[in-house]
């Protein structure tokens, strides 16, 4: 909302894209995202520590379950 009301100004506005079947899977890098990539093993378990050390939360949370090893963002342009 503060990009469409130009309360936030940038060129592109870069959003996580993610899909979860309605809650019936862990999420997963939508098939349209503009931008997916797999990270590093090493990037992959600086974020998993950054969740689980950091963060607290424990190996079987929600949480550390979801950390992916895909990112996937959309890039929006124009704020309408």
Avoid: N
């Avoid at 079987?60 to 929006?76: D, K, Q």
Wanted: net charge positive.
């Amino acid at each position: 909302m503060l990009w469409w009301r130009g309360q936030l100004r940038a060129r592109r506005f870069w959003q996580f894209a993610y899909e979860d079947g309605g809650g019936g899977y862990l999420p997963r890098p939508r098939g349209d995202a503009a931008l997916s990539f797999l990270l590093t093993d090493a990037i992959w378990r600086r974020k998993y520590q950054l969740i689980t050390q950091v963060y607290g939360f424990g190996e079987s949370s929600w949480e550390a379950r979801t950390v992916p090893r895909a990112e996937a963002f959309h890039c929006f342009v124009d704020p309408r």
